[in-house]
């Protein structure tokens, strides 16, 4: 906490800015967006609102994917905001196919965590409501809380889990840099050796 608020705290405020003034611009545009149905509707004036609305969407989370990014960048190199975001960038850019199969396999594993939990969640309250005798007898309708739980649980999991899509981005890019220094260093553990060996016959190769 100390290296970032003493280092760090710039990067991290213009990030949080460059979100900030893309919500505002989404909110500005949908204030305009609903005073416009006060008026006649006009077929264009519909496709290019809802094409715009789509635009600013996929700013906003091109934003947020870049600052995710940079962040990491920033904690791995102790590097600035922006440099951090050309930085990882770049390493996306020349390590696409990897980032693709991690997003892919990360995104399948988050919503099977999400789903399980919320569901062992909800099926444990409705047994607890139709087993246990205290809720058996007030409780004449168990689907509802059930339901209940099931909708708070995959709130909180989900809040949860995003973690771990940060720690994934964060383990492959910590990887890839290293793969990108050409494992400098002596500090190296013996079991890594391995990797660079590799590395040095794709090199020769």
């Given at each position: 906490m100390?290296?970032?608020f003493?280092y ?6 213009f990030?949080s800015?460059l ?9 500005l ?5 609903r005073k ?17 609305s ?11 994917f870049?600052?995710k ?5 920033v904690?791995?190199?102790?590097t600035?905001?922006c440099k ?8 996306i850019?020349?390590?696409v196919?990897r ?6 396999i ?5 919503w099977f965590g999400v ?5 062992l ?7 607890a409501l139709?087993?246990?005798e ?15 739980v099931?909708i ?17 981005d964060?383990i ?12 400098g ?5 013996d079991n ?14």
């Amino acid at each position: 906490m100390w290296w970032v608020f003493r280092y760090h705290m710039g990067s991290v405020a213009f990030g949080s800015f460059l979100i900030a003034v893309c919500q505002m611009i989404r909110f500005l545009f949908e204030y305009y967006r609903r005073k416009i149905r006060c008026f006649p509707e006009n077929p264009v004036v519909r496709c290019m609102i809802c094409y715009t609305s789509y635009l600013l969407a996929m700013m906003e989370r091109c934003i947020k994917f870049i600052t995710k990014n940079a962040y990491i960048q920033v904690a791995l190199a102790n590097t600035f905001f922006c440099k951090a975001a050309w930085n990882a960038f770049a390493l996306i850019l020349m390590n696409v196919a990897r980032f693709g199969w991690l997003h892919t396999i990360g995104s399948i594993l988050n919503w099977f965590g999400v789903c399980m939990v919320s569901g062992l969640n909800s099926f444990g309250a409705y047994i607890a409501l139709t087993k246990i005798e205290d809720y058996k007898e007030n409780v004449t309708q168990p689907l509802v809380p059930a339901g209940i739980v099931l909708i708070m649980s995959f709130i909180i999991v989900k809040s949860f889990l995003s973690i771990f899509s940060y720690s994934m981005d964060a383990i492959l890019q910590s990887f890839l840099l290293d793969e990108q220094l050409g494992f400098g260093g002596t500090a190296r553990p013996d079991n890594m050796a391995k990797f660079k060996t590799t590395l040095e016959k794709n090199k020769s190769s």
